[in-house]
């Protein structure tokens, strides 16, 4: 009976040990990961004014005012961008009010998504200098593959959150998360599809097609959250 009391002892520290140093146990409060995500969401949204200037009088010594026209790509890229960082985060906010406990996986995820969020400011910043000049294709592009690089992350976080719904205790909506899936990451394909443009057509048309698809996703995508105001999971390490 002892020896059978200590095979069962070392066959569960095994199995603790194979939880802890994998990647499927939840460590972590939701609560963390969205403050997390919430500041990194804050920084490039605000990154994104920094970059607002005016391109200076010039030989010809232009007004203020020809300067404050002339300076309209920083504009559309900025309320583009802005717009695009806003819906994410709300997004984002929506699609972690689902889960009550946050894995290993998930935070990797979580992690690369953010990764693309707080580089916009760069490609923001390529197309609002070159949007009317000879690098306007490869900045468009350039702002494009980040795009699709957001949304990859984007469709990543949510098929594993809804492939994992009972373990990361989503509760009684499995049917509805699935049909969300098509809605929440067609995106991807109109990102594409707005790079090609910026590459082969028009920088002006890939920044409207992608200023379009922000507002796309301004509207529900995403089925209500049924534990919205469940206690969250307190477990850590």
Do not use: K
């Amino acid at each position: 009976a002892a020896s059978t009391r200590a095979a069962s002892t070392r066959a569960a520290s095994t199995r603790a040990a194979t939880r802890c140093g994998g990647l499927s146990r939840a460590v972590v409060d939701t609560r963390r990961i969205e403050a997390f995500s919430d500041g990194v969401f804050a920084i490039a949204a605000t990154l994104l004014v920094l970059d607002l200037r005016l391109p200076g009088p010039g030989a010809a010594g232009h007004s203020v005012t020809y300067q404050l026209l002339h300076a309209w790509p920083q504009y559309f890229a900025y309320v583009v961008s802005f717009l695009t960082i806003g819906i994410m985060w709300m997004n984002h906010h929506t699609a972690l009010a689902h889960v009550r406990r946050v894995d290993r996986p998930l935070l990797v995820l979580n992690l690369l998504l953010l990764m693309g969020v707080v580089a916009i400011p760069f490609p923001t910043a390529l197309v609002a200098e070159h949007l009317h000049d000879s690098g306007a294709a490869a900045a468009a592009v350039t702002y494009g593959l980040v795009m699709i690089a957001i949304s990859l992350g984007f469709a990543s976080v949510w098929i594993y959150m809804v492939s994992h719904a009972g373990q990361l205790g989503t509760g009684p909506q499995e049917h509805a998360l699935r049909q969300s899936v098509p809605r929440f990451t067609g995106g991807l394909l109109v990102y594409v599809a707005g790079t090609m443009v910026g590459a082969f057509v028009s920088a002006v048309a890939a920044l409207v097609i992608f200023g379009v698809l922000a507002i796309y996703y301004l509207f529900e995508h995403l089925p209500s959250p049924a534990d919205a105001d469940a206690p969250r999971s307190t477990e850590f390490p």
